[in-house]
């Protein structure tokens, strides 16, 4: 069981918007820690995709966006195409465990 | 180009011991914090360990504390993971990752760039 809950798959056509949630608690999004997102193709290692609630790395483009409010995270991915096919995971720190924490993963499948 | 190679996974028996290493470059490495993270096959991502740039500080999951230890030599640019008593749970791909950002002890950096991983393979 994750501290951050996302959903275990999500899907959509090309060209379509994506959004993929991510629930934390006060002891971690509530307590104004960031979040950060990376992306995992399966078989390579994960990849930093957005960092610090909404900025995106060079090189990772505009399609990507990331938002945080209160206790709840989402990353949004507009015109999909089918190289965003891939895992998907929040992470951030959590006070009450005194250390960093992953959420679950979301499998992103390009119909 | 900043570069993490993790080495040193392989076959080990329950109750064993195995050390991983991850060179780093095209960085000042002493300058950060660094990171282990693992996965199963299959699952997602777990957190494993933390230590701060200069070694002082270290951090672990509950899972692993008290079996293992990161450790790190800024001298070789190398971070350690001492990992003893394995159970068949530790099974991963362990992944070593650099802590970036503006304030370690703010907590809110992230993992960035990851290593490629090593697999740790614990069976009889």
């Known amino acids: 069981q994750s501290v951050l809950t996302q959903p275990p798959s999500v899907s959509g056509a090309p060209g379509q918007r994506v959004t993929i949630s991510c629930t934390g608690s006060s002891s971690n999004f509530g307590t104004a820690y960031d979040v950060h997102w990376y992306q995992q193709v399966p078989g390579t290692a994960p990849k930093l995709l957005i960092y610090?609630?909404?900025n995106r790395p060079s090189g990772i483009p505009e399609r990507f966006s990331g938002s945080k409010s209160g206790t709840s995270a989402s990353l949004a991915i507009t015109g999909l195409q089918a190289e965003d096919e891939a895992d998907y995971y929040c992470q951030s720190y959590d006070s009450s465990l005194s250390g960093w924490v992953f959420g679950g993963g979301t499998k992103l499948t390009v119909l | 180009e900043v570069q993490l190679v993790e080495s040193g996974g392989g076959l080990v028996q329950p109750g064993g011991s195995l050390r991983l290493s991850c060179a780093a470059s095209?960085?000042?490495?002493?300058?950060?914090?660094m990171h282990w993270v693992r996965q199963a096959p299959g699952k997602g991502l777990e957190y494993v360990s933390t230590?701060?740039?200069?070694?002082?500080?270290?951090y672990y999951a509950n899972s692993v504390k008290g079996r293992f230890t990161i450790s790190r030599d800024n001298s070789k640019n190398t971070l350690y993971l001492q990992m003893g008593s394995l159970k068949t749970e530790d099974m991963a791909v362990y992944y070593c990752?650099?802590?970036?950002?503006?304030?370690?002890?703010?907590?809110?950096?992230?993992?960035?760039?990851w290593g490629q991983g090593t697999l740790v393979t614990v069976s009889s």
């Open positions: 230590i701060s740039s200069n070694g002082g500080s270290t």
């Open positions: 095209g960085f000042t490495f002493r300058s950060h914090a």
């Open positions: 990752a650099r802590d970036t950002g503006s304030d370690f002890w703010s907590g809110s950096n992230w993992f960035d760039p």
């Open positions: 610090g609630n909404n």
